[in-house]
């Protein structure tokens, strides 16, 4: 299996999507401003306990306030506590964490109203983004992730993760980090790190460290509350360093700025691989270049369509997703009902497993299978469900097929489920339901480039168009884009964009950003 990743870098927002042999299975967006990410560290304040919750509310500057659960706080809560206490009595020097002393651990049956007050100055992170009504949802147990390390401060012990089987290997690690970790820190050795050489490993955890004191100094010198310790890095780098492997055979990207920040952590992670990362340098929209966006169009929606005619309604409700198989108009099985059955919930089963991930859909998935009446055909449904799971990074649980042909998915949710509308809304009617003759939309087109360049005297720009509208005006001997480019000059350029509706157009500057010339009455 070959992997490709492609990050289309936006005025506004950034998308990146990650394709498996060419096909979609991982999409995220979200705006250039975006805050509140998981990762994220605060040094923030209680505002209100919540005795009845056994919880608190804590200020870290979103509109509503994030929810830190007693649990949450973490076994080592008091050792923390009593370090930042000591940090933040000398604004000048820092204590080390060395020398802090370690506290009894908090016990699990405790309550908030015993162990936190009002005004309270904690340091915590996000865990989960804000989503609908609900603030982000926090914790006091601190990580800073690397590729290869976790670094967890105030405890020291050493995890290796179990996904490495080799007993000899995972002796080798425990017994590496125990040798090379400063005192009070624990660290998580990750799938990835099997195999590598101590000063791989060393040098990540001097990074990690950093990135620790950077976010304890900043904690120090806080006036005013709630202040960002630690941003995590830009989403296109979290991907990379979650998923990246050997099998990546491209990165590209359409932006410099972005372009030279992945290239620099792929040389620190995977220097032999820094030339797979690539500056997009094409006419067309990234993703019209790599069949991105005729896959979001097909892959989102209620109905997702796989193959020979079945198909999966998805509806989403707060806490519940819920999804129904239909063979629609497919043929019927030769082999009977039953075999017919079994084909189209395999099907069904191999483009949920893609869907979970490609929606990053969280929560309680309950699917609606074709009913079977044969218990070895539900079986092997429910272990090809498993199989495809496998390589999802979030944590799920799948239950067996109940008695009524249901099967129920739990998985990790810790941002909101990625909606991309694929409904287009007439642009030039504006929802009236009537407009001029689609003929008459090159002569709207040559009336807004002639106000651009006579009027506005902007004289270099891109039109982006739908493809069949790029067709028409580019067809011919003497095209109507080459009239265009004789009558208004050569920095008119028109490129195809499948993102656009069929009569929608956009105009964009040289550095990028839209040149708004819309109104009500272009088609009236």
């Not at 008119?492 to 708004?516: K, T």
Request: charged share 25%.
């Amino acid at each position: 299996m070959t992997c490709e990743v492609i990050v289309d870098v936006q005025p506004k927002k950034i998308a990146i999507a990650l394709t498996e042999d060419k096909r979609l299975v991982e999409y995220q967006e979200e705006e250039q401003q975006a805050s509140f990410n998981v990762g994220n560290i605060y040094y923030a304040r209680v505002r209100k306990l919540m005795p009845g919750l056994n919880a608190c509310f804590v200020n870290v500057g979103h509109e509503r306030d994030a929810f830190l659960h007693y649990l949450d706080l973490g076994p080592n809560f008091n050792s923390f506590a009593k370090y930042l206490k000591q940090v933040g009595s000398d604004k000048r020097n820092l204590f080390p964490i060395s020398k802090a002393s370690i506290q009894p651990e908090l016990p699990k049956d405790g309550s908030v109203q015993n162990t936190l007050q009002v005004g309270q100055e904690l340091l915590v992170q996000i865990v989960k983004e804000p989503i609908s009504t609900k603030g982000p949802r926090l914790t006091c147990e601190i990580t800073f992730p690397g590729r290869y390390l976790v670094l967890v401060p105030f405890t020291d012990k050493v995890h290796v993760s179990s996904k490495i089987k080799s007993s000899a290997e995972r002796a080798r690690l425990k017994q590496l980090l125990q040798s090379i970790k400063p005192k009070n820190f624990g660290v998580i050795v990750r799938t990835v790190a099997e195999g590598k050489r101590v000063a791989e490993l060393d040098a990540e955890l001097m990074i990690l460290l950093k990135r620790w004191e950077d976010a304890i100094m900043k904690a120090q010198k806080a006036k005013d509350l709630p202040t960002l310790c630690f941003e995590e890095t830009s989403r296109t780098v979290a991907l990379l360093r979650d998923l990246f492997n050997p099998t990546y055979e491209n990165i590209y990207i359409n932006d410099a700025d972005i372009y030279n920040e992945v290239r620099d952590y792929v040389k620190i992670i995977a220097p032999e691989m820094t030339e797979i990362v690539k500056l997009y340098k094409g006419k067309l929209p990234i993703f019209d270049n790599f069949d991105v966006t005729r896959q979001i169009k097909t892959s989102f929606g209620k109905t997702v369509s796989y193959k020979h005619g079945a198909y999966l309604i998805i509806e989403h409700t707060e806490a519940l997703h819920v999804v129904d198989v239909n063979s629609g108009n497919r043929a019927k099985n030769p082999d009977g009902q039953e075999a017919n059955a079994l084909e189209v919930n395999l099907g069904a089963a191999d483009e949920l497993a893609r869907q979970l991930r490609l929606r990053d859909m969280g929560g309680i998935i309950v699917v609606d299978f074709i009913d079977m009446a044969v218990a070895e055909d539900r079986q092997k449904l429910y272990e090809r469900m498993c199989e495809n799971m496998k390589r999802d990074r979030a944590k799920h649980n799948i239950l067996p097929l109940s008695k009524f042909g249901l099967m129920q998915i739990t998985r990790q949710r810790v941002r909101p489920v990625t909606e991309v509308s694929v409904d287009e809304t007439c642009p030039t009617c504006m929802g009236k339901g009537t407009i001029k003759s689609s003929f008459l939309f090159t002569d709207v087109l040559e009336e807004k480039i002639d106000q651009l360049v006579s009027k506005l005297g902007i004289k270099a720009f891109t039109l982006h168009v739908h493809p069949y509208v790029y067709a028409y005006i580019n067809q011919g001997f003497i095209s109507l884009k080459r009239r265009w480019q004789m009558k208004y000059g050569f920095g008119v350029r028109i490129i195809p964009n499948q993102r656009l509706a069929f009569l929608q157009y956009e105009f964009i500057s040289p550095d990028g950003e839209e040149i708004d010339m819309k109104s009500e009455d272009d088609m009236k």
